[in-house]
């Protein structure tokens, strides 16, 4: 069970929290303008690297905000951009 | 002090282990091995040990030598495998969560040099009696980010977040592999010594391995140490550390390790699983080359005692007859726990209402005295049906029914979610979460919506109330009262966060109440003053006023089809609201029955996630307006818009049909044309009726299909008053 910091509680446990898969991926501003493809490629399909990873999060069972952390895949090492 | 071990009494000494009081009497066979039968004895003084194993009463598979003596103690040895007992471990066992600076494990020479060195909090653990620390305490689990899960003697789970964890766990004695190596009164060298050197028995030694277990589970690496002849850890781990002989430093040389000859069958390697060299050699035979497939071939390790003895053995058995370097054949990997914890001990306090809290309404204490019967739906207890006495649920359900068609009845909807949505663009945030548009929702009325993902799958459906120019209160179904909050926080910070909007659940704040059927208009007459005439209080509109004297919201909504009012009081007035209206408690059953003979869906029960409004025949409540919202994209994906999409119908069975049950075109057939999502027998329409989700349905229409070999005819969803002639009350 990893920690996680989340930037406005602090490091609290994995199981407080619920991860909401990549960042980076925004809803499209023009939806209607999308093709079927591109449309489908931003419901359904989403990277799965071995290693450093963008991630969103949400602490869930504390101040229900969302954040992004970076999280490496394979150690479990957890980086938190501040801006 | 007396024990008994196996229906025979013996003297014990304080502070004795069973095991330890077992040698003093001179037992050193007394128990048997799992597969082959044969005698065992004692081996070790440990948590290594295999061979034995008691049962203690309810408490299973519990190594004699871990267990302390105490006067009038019964075990019963076991071979192998402990029993079950069907009564509940009711030991009240607890569970402590402890933060440090340092977490050192293991009280010899080099723990407590690191304990004492150590700065700041310090937990040191160990598990032997009287050790320094706490004692008789063993680290079970090593996880992520150094948060170790250890158990104190059997009663006490410590939950351990440490900054740095120091590993000063020690080695372990190995076993000498020879023919017979198993007869009772051979034991290690060790535990020879421990127990003060008994007369018949035989010591043995194979060398010591490094306890590596915990560095193993941490995800450190080991490599083989040819000196000791064992892995020792290898690498390095983000703020743990090992010392001592757990790292091969000051162990003796190991002897180079030889087969002997003889009888290979009759070496054993792994006592508690009965696998010997003959095993290893069948498993190389079959071509098995790394130790995690020989493991698996063999079952060496995979004991309770977890290959704490044979690991390191099996190792250099395959080694040597495959003539090759241990190294070349790889290590196992060690995973929690290194030691049997019982679930009773894990889950601590945390059993029964503590794990899994019952949800219940304010209005619940009613619910019990007119003796419901209850439903799970998520956590809350909802009253199903109440049965006078000898009705059974059919019985009472239909009588509910009529109460609702033909006179007045009452439910409790406390459960139902509520979401208080609030400020300046409310209504944008509403429009884009709901696939029906917010713009012309007057102050004082409320409507009926339908939220999707972004697929275009419905995902909830609910009630939206104005209750303000700026504030609504979204209703959700019971069970999605939090995700549904859950997803609107989501887009609203992390897609929409220049919206100016707040939510809030009142989901407890709130009883309600639902008052149904068409004399459900005069039963409320008399409790308020709220004007209630169909001009005054139109359907869908929304009135304030007190009821029964308590202050109230009251809503004209209908999931019947009849006349009736959803009246939100004060939760804590709940049940003083209930108690005063008189007319008969309905439960969840017939709801159902009650909103499937008028077509209305459930989310979740009648759609399951591949559904789309336009699937349910809802095209009414998608927005063709709006610029987007929430799933409208997915709506002309090829997929969804496609022809031959499973669509919601209805059902005249001949019979019952079960729910979930397969339609096919004919009884012969077994392509699945759709199935069943609802099914019930309803009064009003004096036969079994259902809902299905069939593929094109609306144009089969009049088409028959088979569910379990029974009849059904296809109809349109709605079945009961479709003109809606009931909505306001008892047509003239």
Known sequence: MILIPCPWCGDREETEFSCGGQAGVPYP??????????????????????????????????????????????????????? | MRFTFAGTEYPGCEGETLAAALVRNGVLGGFHSLYRNRPRGVYTAGEEEPNALVQIGARPLLRATLVELEDGLVAEPLAGKGRLVAVPDETRYDTIHAHCDVLVVGAGRSGVAAAEAAAGRVILVD?????????????????????????????????????????????????????????????????????????????????????????????????????????????????IECVGSVTGEGLPDAPAFALPDGDEDAMFVDLERDSTVADVRRAIGAGLR???????????????????????????????????????????????????????????????????????TPIHPAHLAAGAVFEDVGQWKRPRFYPHAGEDMDAAVRRECAAARESVAKMDASTLGKIDVQGADAVEFLNRMYTNAFDSLAVGRCRYAVMCKPDGMIFDDGVVMRVGEQRFVCTTT????????????????????????????????????????????????????????????????????????????????????????????????????WQSLDATPYGTETMHVLRAEKGYPIVGQDTDGTVTPQDLGMDWIVSAVKADFVGKRSFTRADTARPGRKQLVGLLPADRIREGTQLVADPGSTAMLGHVTSSYDSVALGRPFALALVKSGRERIGETVYADGIAAEIVDSVLYDREGARRDGRPA
């Not at chain 2, 053995?313 to 060690?334: K, R, S, W, Y």
């Open chain 2, 127 to 239: 598990a032997g009696r009287g050790a320094a620390g706490l004692s008789r305490t063993w680290v079970v689990g090593l996880y992520d980010d150094n948060y170790a899960v250890a158990v104190e003697a059997e009663r006490r789970v410590w939950r351990i977040r440490a900054k740095r964890i120091v590993l000063a766990t020690g080695a372990i004695e190995r076993p000498a592999v020879y023919p017979d190596n198993d007869r009772p009164g051979v034991m290690l060298a060790g535990a020879f010594e421990r127990y003060g050197r008994p007369a018949g028995a035989t010591p043995v030694s194979g060398g010591w391995s490094p306890r590596v277990h915990l560095w193993s589970q941490a995800r450190g690496r080991l490599r083989w140490d040819d000196r000791v002849g064992a892995p020792v850890p290898d690498g390095e781990l983000r703020g």
């Open chain 2, 478 to 577: 019971t069970g999605n009262a939090a995700p549904v909050l859950a997803w609107m926080e989501e887009w609203l910070q992390t897609e929409w966060p220049e919206l100016r909007v707040w939510l809030t659940s009142l989901t407890e704040q709130w009883a309600t109440v639902a008052v149904v059927g068409p004399d459900s208009r005069a039963l409320l007459a008399g409790l308020t003053r709220i004007p209630l005439d169909r001009g005054a209080f139109p359907f869908m509109a929304i009135r304030g006023g007190a009821v029964a004297g308590i202050p109230a919201r009251v809503c004209r909504i209908s999931f019947s089809g009849e006349l009736a009012y959803e009246v939100n009081v004060d939760g804590r007035r709940g049940l003083e609201l």
């Open chain 2, 290 to 360: 790394s130790v995690e497939h020989v493991k698996r071939y063999t079952t060496i390790g995979t004991g309770s005692e977890q290959g704490k003895l044979a690991n390191v053995n099996a190792i250099c058995v395959a080694a040597e007859l495959l003539q090759v370097h241990p190294d070349e054949l790889g290590t196992t990997t060690f995973r929690p726990p290194y030691l049997p914890v019982s679930f009773a001990l894990l889950a601590g306090r945390d059993r029964g209402p503590l794990f899994d809290p019952a949800r219940v």
């Open chain 1, 29 to 83: 501003s023009d939806p209607v303008a999308l093709s079927d493809e591109e449309w489908a490629k931003y419901l359904f399909f989403r990277e799965n690297p071995r290693g450093p990873f963008r991630e969103r999060w949400v602490h869930t069972h504390g101040c229900r905000r969302w954040f992004e952390l970076t999280r490496d895949t394979v150690t479990h090492e957890i980086h938190v951009r501040r801006d």
